[in-house]
């Protein structure tokens, strides 16, 4: 389950230390290399809506295995992209396959887990999910030392290819026969009309979402920002990029060691704390100066947060929808992902000349995550360990 969660991280962040190098081949500007990054996280995004359904009424080893399959294929046709369109619209396709892995993940941690074994379950997860950031930058700025961007392509299908054979051996179906619901779009309709309707449930997922679009506003910028603004190399930017996607993973790492002693609300409202800390500290860096260390500092400050938010928020959202862990997982995850896919797009509205519009999206976005957060789920009690223990 882990790996799965892996897999859509890697696709994001393995080229991220190349944009400059394919806006250079296709004589593209930046907005037009970031919308391969935009395409693919709603390509995901629509994904998750069609396998969390499917996953629901097939089971979860069908959607999950043709998804991947789909994906090896589509990652070898992007290494032959011929312009920044046509990676654009391959990438939408890869990011629909790839959907598979997250939202089965998340469904079969709920098929199999209650209560607090499910948050530390969950924990684990977002873990795991944490490597993806710490080695796919560095991964990609090695790689572009010893072959072009197209290379990297080339290692997502092989990566595919390698966890296929590794699910279709040794993944049980997790979802029973007689739990499995009818596929008929008055049914599914209802279903995520009711889910959209719970209004905690939507808290917990826009609180999620609106921390993602903060840390994806630092993934579309950071090659700009750190490679064009404060002169780093290509090696410079992944190590840098690669310590805030430790602190991501060390976070997680804290997270899973306090679930038990501290109830997953208190974490969750602990992280939306940092992240709208570490925002207003970016506001401040933006407005003052003070270079790239003081740059870093909250940057780093909200990085940590997601690794705290995230898995809490996940794990406070699915618990409340047993009936539809599918749909339920479509549902956090398409929240998650749209809002991170229209973040991308607005860091280069000015170019790469200036850290302002990555600031502003981070902030905006962690400010607004703390306000849903508390307001929307004001009155659910999450999961307590008096409720964990019955």
Known sequence: MGALCLLGPLSIDTHLPAFPAIAEEF?????????????????????????????????????????????????????????????????????????????????????????????????????????????????????????????????????????????????????????????????????????????????????????LGALFGYVAGASFVLQGVFGLSPQGFSLVFAANAVAIFVAGLLNTALTGRVVPKALLRLGLAMGAVGGLGLVATGLFGGGLVAFLVPLFVVTTSVGVLTPNAATLAMARHAEAAGSASAVLGVTRFVVAGLMAPLVGVSGSASTGPMIAVMACSTTLALVVGVVLTKGDAGITREAAVA
């Open 27 to 211: 004589g593209a500007g930046q907005s037009e290399v970031q919308w391969s990054l935009a395409t693919f996280i709603i390509g995901m995004s629509i994904g998750q809506l069609v396998v969390g359904t499917l996953s629901d009424s097939w089971g979860r080893r069908r959607p999950l295995l043709f998804g991947v399959a789909l994906y090896a294929v589509v990652s070898l046709v992007c290494a032959a992209a011929p312009s920044a369109g046509a990676l654009a619209a391959l990438r939408l396709v890869q990011g629909f396959s790839v959907a598979s892995g997250f939202v089965v993940a998340l469904a079969i941690a709920r098929d199999r887990f209650e209560g607090l074994a499910m948050a530390r379950f969950m924990s684990l997860l977002m873990l795991t999910n944490g490597l993806g950031p710490v080695l796919a930058p560095v991964l990609g700025g090695q790689l572009l030392r010893v072959m072009t961007w197209r290379g990297t392509f080339v290692v997502l299908a092989l990566v595919a290819v390698v966890l296929f054979a590794v699910l279709a051996f040794a993944l049980p179906e997790t979802l029973p026969p007689e739990k499995r619901r009818p596929t008929q779009w008055r049914p599914t309709v209802r279903v995520f009309g009711a889910l959209l309707a719970d209004r905690a449930f939507l808290g917990y997922a826009l609180a999620s979402a609106l921390a």
